[in-house]
């Protein structure tokens, strides 16, 4: 009789494992329920994430329960979340920790355990909105997350920080601004619960500066943020003005060898990068889909003579993604793999 009641259980504790990992591996709950793109990208989510309104700085649980982005109105960025919950993907809505303040860049740590982001909120209770914008981390409890605390020194000081981004180690990687300009990337190593002095990485970076802009994007939108391998093994990021730029910031990929060293910025192609500004990349935790920020804009509406546009035809354009505000876009990520330096040591 025990026997059989032994067989009954490890039968049914090995059913609750094939169950959980197909819920965790079933590819309709993942993105939204959302077709995988190939090798062109495609919007993400249109009508539901890609609205026609500014979308970007996505980031996604290492389970794939839950996207969080960052959404832009009259100039306050809130961070925006969709869960998988009881099978179903929950109507976008603002994340239960962002709308007072201005919020983006949520990036979540590779094990799920925390997440950072941006914001101008008050770094005390008794002290006014903050003129810069700082680095603010929350823990991971249970289903939630914890309340969100200020990063501190000595990564906190008067620039402005924006990008953060972080591999399995902790080490966490950040964009910074003075009064002299955006300044580089910096890096700071977590290291027995603690943060060392940020370094400046050794790579030729440039980024879109305020009076680049010329009015159509407000400087919230474009701060530059980076995405870092969780093994720390390459960078991606935005940058301005080299030699083979085709807007007014491409996206740059560059490799750290085992001594360190990074390899020389490549750009990540004409079919990522536009003409226009591009701020915002990702990679799925997975490590397949390269998720990234564009503003296509519509320059067939000036170019293309030959027919008139109706109302509809403009209303359609302005409530759709493709209008010249950010959208999301994903492309299978194979494509970085050919990008590695072959003799990278």
């Not at 939630?144 to 906190?156: L, M, N, R, S, V």
């Not at 977590?190 to 030729?204: F, H, Q, S, V």
């Amino acid at each position: 009789m025990r026997d059989r009641i032994a067989v009954v259980c490890l039968s049914l504790l090995a059913l609750c494992g094939c169950l959980k990992a197909q819920e965790q591996t079933d590819p309709t709950m993942m993105y939204l329920g959302q077709a995988t793109p190939g090798t062109s990208p495609e919007v993400f989510a249109p009508g539901i994430v890609s609205t026609g309104m500014h979308e970007f700085d996505i980031a996604i649980t290492p389970d794939g329960k839950e996207i969080y982005y960052t959404t832009f109105i009259n100039g306050l960025c809130v961070i925006v979340a969709c869960k998988l919950e009881n099978g179903r993907w929950t109507s976008p809505e603002v994340a239960s920790f962002s709308g007072r303040y201005s919020d983006q860049a949520p990036f979540i740590h590779p094990d799920g355990s925390r997440m950072f982001f941006v914001s101008n909120r008050p770094l005390d209770a008794q002290a006014e909105l903050s003129e810069s914008m700082n680095i603010w981390v929350m823990e991971r409890i249970g289903r939630e997350w914890g309340d969100p605390e200020p990063i501190g020194q000595p990564i906190k000081s008067s620039g402005y920080l924006s990008g953060p981004a972080v591999t399995a180690d902790g080490t966490l990687y950040f964009t910074r601004r003075s009064a002299q300009g955006w300044e580089g990337i910096f890096r700071s190593k977590y290291i027995e619960g603690k943060y060392t002095a940020p370094e400046k990485l050794p790579l030729d970076v440039q980024f879109v500066e305020p009076e680049h802009l010329h009015g159509h994007l407000d400087m919230k939108l474009a701060q530059p943020r980076v995405y870092v391998a969780p093994d720390d093994s390459f960078i991606i990021f935005p940058a301005a003005g080299r030699a083979d730029t085709i807007g007014r910031s491409d996206y740059y990929i560059s490799f750290r060898d085992r001594h360190d060293n990074w390899s020389a910025p490549a750009h990540l192609g004409e079919e990522i990068n536009t003409r226009q500004i591009e701020t915002s990349p990702y990679l799925s935790p997975d490590g397949k889909y390269f998720f990234f920020q564009s503003s296509h804009f519509p320059f067939e509406i000036y170019e293309n003579r030959s027919k008139a546009l109706t109302y509809s035809e403009l209303e359609n354009r302005f409530h759709n993604p493709g209008n010249g505000n950010m959208d999301v876009y994903w492309v299978d990520a194979e494509f970085i793999k050919g990008m590695r330096p072959k003799n990278p040591d």
